[in-house]
């Protein structure tokens, strides 16, 4: 089975545009079961508002408290994954909603509890689910929570969720999907990028924010089973005449994978 993992980033989630659930309906009619994981920075940040708490994060992962995780799963499972199962089937994509953690399918673990409160790390994924809903061809869409072992829920970066879940299922692509072209450079996109490249445009100051967890997400899943990943937008065609648009990431200066 031809496996994609597409990341749907918060930045994007409530603006996808037509041109986006074509390119998905091409890459099926090509043959590409379709797993989505999802994001919501910008819905929690709006809902943390109303309650007037005040967003942290280190290291570009949000300080959870209990009362945060409430807000966090409020978001992510009440809205931003109603908001898009509700378009996927709106354009005739049979999609099944789950919370990360539903049916354990996203195990994780304490990042830093001290620190970070409730903020985990993907320990392992449950693929049989996925895979059951793949074969009879729905496409599941998963907030990025998971539980622990104890059966406490945990706020995961949804790029490292989904970077977890291509991992998992030995993906044939991975991508992740943006209010960006992909990695850009003076506004110019890069179509390439090799993992020393990257690690150079971080540290130039290049690549910050928000685009940091993707790309290092991106380098860490290559070569671990996944066969391509990128970085595209959700505003126009990512796919289009069989070609892919957006950043490219290899392992190596010149080696074609
Ligand atoms: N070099 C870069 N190229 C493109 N975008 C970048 C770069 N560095 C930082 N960014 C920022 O990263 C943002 C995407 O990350 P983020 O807002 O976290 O998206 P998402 O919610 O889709 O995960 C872009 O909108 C841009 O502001
Ligand atoms: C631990 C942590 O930071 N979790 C993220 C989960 C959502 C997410 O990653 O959404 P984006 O894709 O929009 O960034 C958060 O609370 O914002």
Known sequence: MDILVIKCGGSIINELSEFFFHSIKQLQNRGYHIVFV????PDINSMMEKFEIEPIFEGGLR?????????????LAGRSNRSLVHKLEAHGIKAVGLNGSDGGILTGEYIDEQKLGAVGEIQQVNTELLGLLLEKGYCPVLTPISITGAGTKLNVNADMA????????CADMCL???????????????ERLTEAETLGLISDGS????????VNTAL?????????VMI?????????????IGTKFFQEEGVIQ
């Open 232 to 244: 595209v937008s959700g505003k126009g065609h990512f796919y289009e005449a069989g070609q892919f």
């Open 220 to 228: 860490s899943v290559l070569n671990k089973g996944v066969g391509e």
């Open 176 to 190: 992740f999907v943006t209010d960006v072209k992909g990695v850009l450079k003076d506004e110019q996109i890069i």
């Open 162 to 169: 989904a970077g977890s879940v291509a991992k998992a299922l």
């Open 38 to 41: 999802h994001g919501g920075g």
């Open 207 to 214: 690549i910050h924010g928000g685009m940091i967890p993707k």
């Open 63 to 75: 300080k959870t408290t209990s009362e945060v995780l409430g807000i966090v799963e409020l978001m």
